[in-house]
């Protein structure tokens, strides 16, 4: 039943006013806005039907609500074919093997949001690879296989590499402290698989041990643009 057909039924329902003489009181007016709940609407029931797992429903934890539902898309046809990224997506996709992309977000009583991205990889290697290129930040223990939270003044943006999955949490509302964002990043990524970091990682040292000195690269689009800008790429004729 559409809504319009609901109020075109409505005037015919009974208009009589109240009856002064029955001793009861008509029930108060619901008052202004600001007089009325705060806590968001559900959208859980709108999830796309290949929601990952990972996403917990509204309430599931602590007063975090799904104000937006689970959306999910598809970045290549298999695990075997490059990443289709879309155009609003940054080129870097393309270097790693990306299967697909789900977000939603979630908001509490108070008003502060958490958007949430999973990217899903065909390995952890090209999960680790595309978390290594978008991550930048302080280093947060217990929290996936690795995690950096990027600190800004409209929001912090916390990244979470977890097997062949990355996840991005862009926390706003939350001033300088995202404690209360942890317990939502930690349920997802406690939802997911791990894997152990991959090997060839272990032959670079850790970052700002060595700024000069040769690297072989395999791509310049695998690098973050702070990288890229500092590299000095040779002529080709030279």
């Given amino acids: 039943m559409s809504a319009a057909w609901l109020l075109s039924v409505a005037p015919a329902c009974d208009r009589r006013p109240p009856d002064a003489d029955n001793g009861q009181t008509p029930p108060a007016a619901s008052g202004s ?18 929601a990952p797992v990972c996403f917990p ?31 609003d997506a940054d ?41 290594s290129t978008q991550a930048r930040g302080e280093r947060l223990d217990k929290l996936g296989g690795r995690a950096l939270v990027q600190r800004e003044a409209a929001a912090a943006t916390l990244h979470v590499w977890q097997g062949s999955t990355c996840l991005r949490f862009v926390c706003m509302g939350f ?17 997911l698989p791990g894997e152990n970091v991959p090997e060839m990682t272990t032959i670079f040292p850790s970052e700002g041990a060595a700024d000069a000195g040769p690297w072989l690269v395999r791509s310049l689009t695998a690098l973050s643009p ?13």
């Fill in 33 to 50: 806005a600001g007089a009325a709940s705060t806590q968001p609407a559900a959208a859980d029931a709108s999830d796309d039907p290949a």
């Fill in 175 to 191: 001033g300088n402290s995202i404690d209360d964002a942890r317990p939502l990043a930690v349920r997802v990524a406690g939802m």
């Fill in 91 to 131: 080129s870097r996709m393309r270097s790693f093997r990306l299967k697909r992309r789900a977000w939603c977000v979630y908001a509490d009583e108070t008003g502060r949001r958490i958007d949430v991205q999973v990217v899903e990889a065909a390995t952890a290697a090209d999960a680790f690879g595309f978390f």
């Fill in 226 to 238: 702070d990288d890229a800008a500092r590299l000095s790429v040779p002529d080709a004729a030279a």
């Fill in 57 to 87: 429903r509204s309430h599931d934890v602590g007063s975090w609500v799904k104000i937006e539902p689970v959306r999910v898309i598809a970045l290549a046809a298999d695990d075997t074919q490059p990443t289709t990224a879309p155009a």
